[in-house]
């Protein structure tokens, strides 16, 4: 929430520094690091206060919660896990029987590549 002219003069002058923003649900003074949801109003001081609940930590699966010290930057330990969590929000067909690399390419024509014409 925003805060008032006088509301900011008080937090100068109770904390020594300048703000303009408040967290909606429990009132904590926001400086640069804040919270937000796009497309909605508000600024949070956390995820707990945002969400309800705390953000899952980082270097943990986001499925099952195994360590990935292993797996720098990756948010799964497999793709078990991976398709486990996103079955739901998936919107085509799950056709595990048939891998992408295996699928036939189709409408290709001739003359694909090089070809000497032979004129000089």
Known sequence: MRLTVEQSRKAFADHGCYVTEACDKCGKLLGCIRYTIRGKRG???????RDGQ??????????C???LKKRRGAKWCSDTCRVRVN????DVPNYPERAAHSKQVTGVGEG????ATGAA
């Open 65 to 67: 919660g195994a360590p």
């Open 54 to 63: 705390a953000a899952k930590p980082i270097g943990l699966c986001q499925g």
């Open 112 to 115: 694909l590549g090089y070809s």
């Open 43 to 49: 600024v949070w001081c956390s995820a707990l206060c």
């Open 87 to 90: 079955r739901d929000a998936l």
